[in-house]
Structures are given as C-alpha cells and as structure tokens.
C-alpha cells in the first residue's frame, strides 16, 4: 500500500513538472556566456531567485532568476563551471518546476536525460600511418609533368579545441618517397614541423557516432635526395595541405581516424657542387591513425 501511494505522488508531482513546460526563444546573450535573457517577467510569476531547466535537443543547463522586468527575465547559469549552449534566437523547453524532476530522478537517469554541462574542450595526441602518390612534379625550369613518385609517412600530432567545431594541432611528419625514371631512382626523405585548423560537423554523429572533418596544413622542414653518384639537401615547405577525414570513436578515451590529403610541396636542394634544385611536386595520400584525449 506504501508503494502505491509513493507511485501516485511520483506521478502527480511529474504531471504538475511537465504541465509547466514550453517553448520560449533565447532573447539575448551575454559575452562570458553565463546569463541570458527570455520574454518571462513578473506578469508570468518569475520572481528573484527562482530557478528553471532550458532543454534543447539533449543538453540542458539550470538557471536562476537575477533580474526581473514586467516582460522580461535575465537568467544566470547555477553550474560556475559551465557556459551557456545556446545562442541568440534559439528556441528552447522551459520548464520552472525543475525541483519534481530532479527529486525523484535517480543520478543514473539525470545522466541519461539530462546534461547539466556542455562538453569540455578536449586536447588529445595522435599518431597516424599512411601511403602517398604523386601526381604531378616539376625540377626546376623544367616543365610539368605527371609523377611517378610514390611512398610512406609517419606523423604525429598535439590537437586543441579552440571552440566545439574547430580546432588546431601541430606536429612532426616524416615521408620517405621513391622517385622512379628510366635507369634510375631517387629516395627522398623529409622531416617537417607541420600545423593545421581543423573544422568537424557534428551533424552526423548521431547517425555514424563519430565526425567528419576538413582541414586546412602548411609545414616546414629538411629534405635530402640521395641517388647512386648523387646527395643532395636542403629546405621543404608544405602549403597547402587539404584534408577530409572520418574519426570513429570506440571509447571515451580513444578513435581511430581516417584520412586522405592533397599536399603541394616545394624543396630546394643544394647538390654537392653548389647548385641549388628546386622541386614542386603535387601528392594525394591516405591515412589511419589512433588519437588518444587527455
């Protein structure tokens, strides 16, 4: 009998949470992203100090009442260390009786229905293999022409989010190539400090759990060529270098990623006699690699 009553109640006060819900618009925003504004004032009952739930989608934060108007309501995030996710304009669920839902949620369901803070920016290192193909090459004033250059890079990365869609990192990259021509074949190696910005769509993540992302490269570093008879050696710039890839993650902690890349590449050589080589070559690779967030 006990039970029955408490399951009556529990059903009650939900029903008295849910009949308050509605959808308002987000009115204004303030620059530290800690308090915003909705058309809610005291003619709606909104007095100093009440606090409500604003969902949207599924993050949800908890704000109280710190200034009132007949027509308008400024709101303050409770959370110190969350900021706000939503922007100017959108529409999100208010809801003023946040106690009922909040009472008689276990912390298990709060988890699953509701999340008090947005995602924190992440930092991660990753490590990647992958092939390269030429596709065309130029030596000095000599003209274009299609590559039959090929070979294998290793790289790694420091990655940081600057805001929830965009992000830089900086790394090491080594390639070793294989230029082949009639009676002859040319190794080239290269070591450069490389450093891209990184934009991810987050629109398909529900969909694949993981991201799509694009990329935008440059680099800079030391590169040799050594044939039989021949060493040469100098400096190597890489600009631009295009991304698009795929990250699926397996876990919070770590995702693999999938890649393919257009890189434009210009070294200068010096030979043993002095003469200085300049090689513009145009390369599309692939890649898979193992990021790990910290």
Sequence with gaps: MRFHHTFILVLFLFSLSTSAFELIMIQAVSNSKKTFITRHGKR???TVGNTATFTAEDISILAKAVNITSNFTQWEIIN???RLP???GAMVTYYPANEYIWALSTETERKKY???????????????????RGLSESVSDAPVASSRRGGIQAEVYYERDLSFNIAFDVGLRY????????????????????????YYFDQLKDIIKGEI?????????????ETVGLSQSGNAMLLPAVKLGLTLPFNETYEF?????FDTIETKESQEDGKVQSTNQTNAKVGIGLRKFF
């Excluded at 509701?114 to 390269?132: D, N, W």
């Excluded at 021509?181 to 990184?198: E, F, G, Q, W």
């Design 44 to 46: 709606d009952g909104v």
């Design 114 to 132: 509701i999340k008090s803070m947005i995602p924190t920016l992440k930092q991660s290192f990753t490590f990647k293999a992958g092939l390269s």
């Design 80 to 82: 110190e260390n969350a």
């Design 213 to 225: 992302f694009v990329g935008l490269g440059a680099g800079w570093g030391f590169s040799s060529t």
């Design 175 to 198: 390639d070793s190539e294989v230029l082949t021509v009639p009676n002859a074949s040319y190794t080239t190696k290269r070591t450069m400090v490389v450093a891209d910005i990184l």
């Design 86 to 88: 939503f922007e100017k």
């Design 257 to 261: 990623i999938l890649d393919t890349a």
